[in-house]
T-cell receptor
Framework: GQNIDQPTEMTATEGAIVQINCTYQ??????LFWYQQHAGEAPTFLSY????GLEEKGRFSSFLSRSKGYSYLLLKELQMKDSASYLC???????????FGKGTKLSVKP | DAGITQSPRHKVTETGTPVTLRCHQT?????MYWYRQDPGHGLRLIHY???????DKGEVSDGYSVSRSKTEDFLLTLESATSSQTSVYFC???????????FGEGSWLTVV
């Protein structure tokens, strides 16, 4: 079967660092996406990892371990505008489509 | 921003009526998708298309049909709307490699 697990909610302080974890089980794994979604808006693409390791992109970094079925999104120097839901989505299954987790709602407080 | 337009953006309809949502892209991308998003669930794939007239079912396809007669348009039809189909519907597109998938702004559908 296919299963994605990430925390439902997290809270962090402005200026701090937060790590959002995601564990997954999926057949035919072929990469993992992270999306940001503000309330009432569409998901926006943050990162795509295919190989093991850390990918850094400005304040956001994403890590993948394929052998462990594990990924995390690291957000540095948190800003109030980072308050949003973060969606983990491995690509796989028989059709090679994205399978979305329920998302982690991050609240950034002053 | 990816050139994706969804219409209508908001709609209220009555149970039992047919409803069609339209997704239009200007990127000439091969793949197009329809997802729904509900509280307590992640985004769930309804149907997707991998080319003109080539479509396939996703995870939650019952009660929905799709058509793609040209590259730029992907239509989602609720043949007889039910209250359980009240949701936010997102269209998405991706190129052949499917390494980046972009979402439209969403269509809010309420079935009363």
């Amino acid at each position: 079967g296919q299963n994605i697990d990430q925390p439902t909610e997290m809270t962090a302080t402005e200026g701090a660092i937060v790590q959002i974890n995601c564990t997954y089980q999926t057949s035919g794994f072929n990469g993992l996406f992270w999306y940001q979604q503000h309330a009432g808006e569409a998901p926006t693409f943050l990162s795509y990892n295919v190989l093991d390791g850390l990918e850094e992109k400005g304040r956001f970094s994403s890590f993948l371990s394929r052998s462990k079925g594990y990924s995390y999104l690291l957000l540095k120097e948190l800003q109030m505008k980072d308050s949003a839901s973060y969606l983990c989505a491995p690509k796989g299954g028989s059709q090679g489509n994205l399978i979305f987790g329920k998302g982690t709602k991050l609240s950034v407080k002053p | 921003d990816a050139g994706i337009t969804q219409s209508p953006r908001h709609k209220v309809t009555e149970t039992g009526t047919p409803v069609t949502l339209r997704c239009h892209q200007t990127e000439n991308h091969r793949y197009m998708y329809w997802y729904r998003q509900d509280p307590g669930h992640g985004l769930r794939l309804i149907h997707y298309s991998y080319g003109v007239k080539d479509t396939d079912k996703g995870e939650v396809s019952d009660g929905y049909s799709v058509s793609r007669s040209k590259t730029e348009d992907f239509l989602l039809t609720l043949e007889s709307a039910t209250s359980s189909q009240t949701s936010v519907y997102f269209c998405a597109i991706s190129d052949v490699g499917r390494n980046t998938i972009y979402f439209g702004e969403g269509s809010w559908l309420t079935v009363v």
